[in-house]
């Protein structure tokens, strides 16, 4: 369940996009976890067919699991993950538009409206509303999107909770497992429990990759077999037909890694140049076909070839202190340069030159393959090291957090302290090289902001403060996490901030929406009103940027870290 | 026996014993060295500890009994102390530059508090010994002997005045080392790109500690001149705050794209390893692609193409040049396609210094520290601006952000917080991280 701040954020969400009745409902369910409609009922004193209705847009947008429980019948839960996916709508679609162009947002917006739409529904409407468009385009556009999973089938069976399901799945297994044959009575062991939890889980993802990975039908002979492994019948695809039954939703996933590689490559732009932008993300274009998801610690591997395959071909590389003067003619010298400029790109951003353990931390890519891995003789394959850039970008937010809030001291007591470990006041004075007048009310400040903790060494029984040492150290992840929620609590500011100004407004908000005045604004709106529009609108449009700011940030801290902080060192 | 004989014979003993090492002979030996009768060498003896210029010692592993000679300013002074004095004296003696605290000095002599104190103000009225604070116990009086100056433990090094920690020198210096190791770091920029970069395989721009010593001694940013120890921490502070970082000079060996500039004569095998696996891998690539045009260089580094160390005169005073002869023969036969025959030169930006100070005037010193430096050299790093519109937001600075809440209306929140309104009125040039 989702915390207070993660809470407070949901809320306003739903609020500013559903409105109040289906924001009490599942500021009601955020709050106390699972519930059943007759309990909303009664707590919020929302009249029930209100209520139910609430629950049905919640669930149309894929914010509302179901549950069915024996004991307690039907009840539902917010999926809080899913409602705060809906902030990154605005980048998804222009994530679309950089691809597929103007229909392909025209489609997206439509699901995105109606949460979970029929396949075949979306053009038909989409056609009657702006009915100039041409039919065979949005049909491509969509078998497109489809193909390459930027919208997903789904079914009602992943409306209900995933937890839920692998509960069940494994509760099944087992009773299977008891029930085989020369199974012993008695609780089972601990082989059979590993087993039969990874059963459940085996179960769980070919369940959602069937529902997920479908979504067209056999033409002619057999139409009534939907396609249930993707890939292997890739080539043959052609031959299918969308289905027009399925429902379909955005697969945030997808967008999420176009996400991720623009970070990257932003990082590297700025951490080398642009031309390492460049090249780093030609490899991530070139690794991106094979990608479905965050997860994963690295990428397929690469072959410089590869990697030039999808390097632009304007602009050149550049920036490397090199200059090829060369014989030959222009043309082949300029490939020649490129080849060479890219994989000392390559080298450069593998950290070639720095084979120490930090710098391999601070590397975007790694040679892989043998010769890869003693010394990199001329090991000409890498692979994008997609945990490790996570871990530094998560780093790099936490570090520019700290310099912003506490100056450039804390970094550096900071840093000692993730390096050294755990330390007394008087080591970091000395390394830090602060005065311990300085020292003592900076730590002060970073363990009431918690990214620091404080661990006691009692050296006599009595435990008095005075024979005791004192240690500080840091828990990169509970700092994190800290750093999370005061994002979380940032954005719901945001937000409330943002609705604060927008009823200032709301008057002539709404005055200005009357059909007699739109279009007429100079008419019927005053000198004044007119101004406080324009005024409203730069705010409006200044919160929206530092929203998307702040959401990039969440991104880095929580989806670049698919699996948690575990391990963060 | 005559008088003079016997001083005679004690000025002997005396000589032995300060030729001695360390002034300190056992009495056996002592003895077989001036070979006079042991009655008479004992007389002799006495007295010369009487006037306090031998001094009786026991072996701690032995039992012997052993002397030591004192010289004769010593023994003078040690003449005018009386037995407490002389005690006290001998053990703030024996602390050296490290100085005794009076607690310790109570403790270890077993003197009362008023005798000790009495023989303290008589051995500072002689000038033999001054109190110093420490900084690490700046409350604690300490005593030393008037002529040592106090140890670095004790009085903190360069990095403190007055026994304060100087921030501001240390911040001076390391501003200074920072704009230095920028400098060192990226090549001067050209019309292409701004913000040019240092292949992987060359590293001989980046500065070691010592040249950075060096380098700060002729700057001359202050009286006081550090040592590469004291370089050294704000070296490590610098890595600390996250400026720099710290990589081996061996630069990157294996990629082969650019010659390897850097000697790497002292790692035979390594480079015979490597060869070997670029040749495999060249091979590999030949089957695969025969007619790759992307490979333009060979990945081979073969030995004859390293130069020396000699390489520091060159940073200065004219651009570097590598000609890969055998690897362009190599190459060209093994494509077929001369057209594609490209020669690369290292061509690098010539390292800017400031007002002559460095690379070129400072080259002759850096030449030696740099074959014997400790193997890492030091490299700034470009500022990521991750995460910045989060810092920028009111909320990221804001001293209220745990009071803030919207819920039960409290006089902080989000609706009204002046935070917000100075922020959204603010031009957009004042926010730096909004480009809208
Ligand atoms: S008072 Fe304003 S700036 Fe401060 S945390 Fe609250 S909303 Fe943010």
């Given at each position: 369940m989702a915390d207070k701040e993660t809470t407070r954020l949901c809320i306003q969400i739903v609020q500013d996009q559903f409105g109040t009745t289906p924001a009490r409902v599942a500021a009601e369910l955020l709050s106390r976890g699972r519930l059943r409609l007759a309990h909303i009922v009664r707590s919020t004193s929302i009249k029930s067919r209100a209520a139910a209705n609430a629950i049905l847009i919640l669930i149309q947008h894929n914010i509302l699991w179901h549950c069915e429980s024996a004991v307690e019948g039907e009840m539902f839960e917010v999926n809080w993950e899913e409602v705060l996916a809906r902030l990154r709508f605005g980048r998804y679609i222009s994530i679309a538009r950089d691809l597929f162009g103007e229909p392909a947002v025209d489609i997206l917006s439509f699901i995105m409206d109606h949460g979970k739409v029929r396949a075949g529904d979306i053009v038909q409407s989409l056609i009657q509303g702006?009915?100039?468009?041409n039919t065979a385009l949005y049909n491509s556009t969509l078998i497109s999107l489809l193909k390459s999973m930027y919208i997903k089938p789904t079914s009602a069976?992943?409306?209900?909770?995933p937890r839920d399901r692998l509960i069940r799945y494994q509760e099944e297994a087992e009773r299977a497992k008891r029930a085989s044959a020369g199974a012993k009575k008695g609780p089972l062991a601990a082989k059979d429990l590993l087993e039969v939890r990874e059963l459940a889980r085996r179960r769980l993802k070919e369940e959602v990759d069937n529902i997920e990975g479908g979504g067209f039908r056999r033409r002619a002979?057999?139409?009534?077999e939907t396609l249930t492994s993707r890939t292997p019948k890739r080539q043959k695809i052609d031959e299918d037909v969308l289905d027009e039954d399925i429902y379909l939703r955005v697969n945030y996933a997808k967008f999420n890694l176009h996400i991720r590689n623009r970070l990257i490559e932003q990082s590297a732009s700025q951490r080398y140049n642009e031309s390492a932008g460049l090249v780093i993300r030609a490899a991530l274009a070139a690794a991106l076909?094979?990608?479905?998801?965050?997860?994963?610690?690295r990428s397929e591997i690469l072959t410089m070839q590869n990697i030039m395959r999808h390097?632009?071909?304007?602009p050149p590389l550049v920036g490397i202190a090199i200059r090829p003067s060369g014989s030959g003619s222009g043309s082949s010298t300029e490939a020649g340069t490129q080849a060479l400029m890219t994989r000392e790109y390559v080298n450069i951003l593998c950290a070639a030159d720095n084979p120490t353990e930090a710098g391999r931390q601070s590397a975007f890519m790694a040679y892989s393959g043998l010769s890869g891995a003693?010394?990199?003789?001329?090991?000409?394959k890498v692979a994008i090291e997609y945990e490790n850039i996570g871990r530094r970008l998560r780093f790099k937010i936490f570090e520019t957090f700290v310099r912003e809030r506490w100056g450039e001291l804390a970094i550096r007591v900071l840093r000692l302290l993730i390096d050294k470990g755990k330390m007394d006041e008087k080591q970091i004075a000395k390394v830090a090289m602060m005065s311990k007048k300085d020292v003592q009310p900076l730590l002060t400040k970073l363990v009431s902001a918690s990214l620091i903790s404080l661990q006691e060494v009692p050296r006599?029984?009595?435990?008095?403060a005075m024979r005791t040492i004192y240690l500080w150290y840091i828990d990169l992840a509970k700092t994190y996490s800290v750093i999370l929620t005061s994002l979380y609590k940032t954005l719901g500011n945001i937000l409330a901030r943002k609705n604060a100004e927008t009823q200032k407004v709301s008057a002539i908000l709404s005055k200005r929406e009357r059909s007699d005045v739109q279009g007429n604004e100079e008419n019927f709106l005053t000198r004044g009103e007119r101004e406080a529009l324009t005024a409203f609108e730069e705010k409006r449009l200044r919160l929206g940027v530092l929203e998307r700011r702040v959401e990039e940030c969440v991104f880095i801290l929580r989806d670049l870290a698919p699996d948690g902080y575990a391990g963060e060192s | 026996m005559s008088a003079k004989k016997a001083s005679d014979l004690a000025q002997r003993l005396w000589t032995e014993c300060r030729n001695a090492p360390n002034h300190t002979i056992t009495q056996e030996k002592l003895l077989e060295a001036v070979g006079e009768k042991e009655s008479l060498c004992k007389q002799a003896i006495n007295t010369l500890l009487s006037k306090n210029l031998l001094l009786l010692l026991t072996?701690?592993?032995?039992g012997k009994n052993t002397y030591q000679g004192i010289s004769r300013e010593d023994a003078a002074i040690k003449g005018n102390m009386d037995a407490d004095e002389h005690l006290v004296y001998s053990h703030i003696s024996g602390s050296r530059n490290e100085g005794i605290w009076t607690k310790t000095l109570k403790a270890r002599t077993n003197l009362h508090q008023t005798v000790l104190n009495r023989c303290l103000k008589k051995l500072e009225g002689k000038q033999l010994v001054k109190t110093i604070t420490s900084?690490?116990?700046?409350?604690r009086k300490i005593y030393m002997r008037k002529d040592l100056e106090p140890s670095a433990d004790v009085s903190g090094g360069?990095?403190?005045t007055d026994h304060e920690l100087d921030t501001a020198f240390i911040e001076s210096h390391s501003e200074a080392i920072l704009v230095y190791i920028r400098s060192r770091s990226f090549p001067e920029a050209t019309d292409e790109c701004s913000e040019m970069l240092y292949p992987?395989?060359?590293?001989?721009?980046?500065?070691?500690t010592a040249q950075i010593t060096v380098w700060l001694k002729k700057a001359q940013i202050s009286p006081t001149e550090l040592e590469e120890g004291d370089v050294q921490m704000l070296l490590d502070m610098l890595v600390y705050s996250g400026e720099i970082e710290v990589l081996p000079r061996?630069?990157?060996?294996?990629?082969?794209?650019?010659?390897?500039?850097?000697?790497?004569?002292?790692d035979g095998d390594r480079d015979h390893d490597e060869s070997g696996g670029s040749d495999h891998d060249e091979k590999k690539r030949k089957r695969k692609r025969?007619?790759?045009?992307?490979?333009?260089?060979?990945?081979k580094v073969e030995g004859d193409d390293r130069e020396d160390e000699?390489?520091?005169?060159?940073i200065a005073s004219r651009p570097v040049k590598r000609r890969r002869k055998s690897d362009q023969s190599k190459t060209r036969s093994d494509r077929?396609?001369?057209?594609?025959d490209v020669e690369f030169d290292l061509d690098f930006a010539r390292v800017e210094t400031f007002d002559?100070?460095?690379?070129?005037?400072?080259s002759g010193s850096w030449k030696g520290s740099l074959t014997g430096g400790s193997g890492v050299v030091y490299r700034a790093l470009r500022r990521e601006r991750m995460g910045l519109g989060w810092a920028q937001t009111p909320c990221g600075r804001c001293p209220q952000f745990d009071f803030c809440s919207d819920k039960d209306k409290?006089?902080?929140?989000?609706?009204?917080?002046k935070y917000y309104r100075d922020w959204l009125e603010a031009p957009i040039g004042e926010i730096s991280a909004i480009d809208i």
């Open positions: 702006i009915n100039t468009k069976a992943l409306q209900i909770s002979k057999d139409a009534k076909p094979s990608e479905s998801t965050l997860h994963g610690v390097l632009p071909p304007d003693v010394g990199g003789g001329g090991g000409k006599g029984a009595d435990r008095s | 072996d701690s592993k032995s900084v690490k116990f700046p409350t360069p990095w403190y992987t395989s060359v590293t001989k721009y980046y500065p070691t061996t630069g990157f060996r294996g990629g082969g794209v650019f010659d390897s500039d850097e000697s790497a004569a002292e025969p007619a790759s045009r992307a490979r333009s260089s060979s990945s000699n390489e520091e005169d060159e077929g396609q001369p057209s594609d002559g100070l460095g690379a070129s005037s400072a409290g006089p902080v929140n989000p609706d009204q917080c």
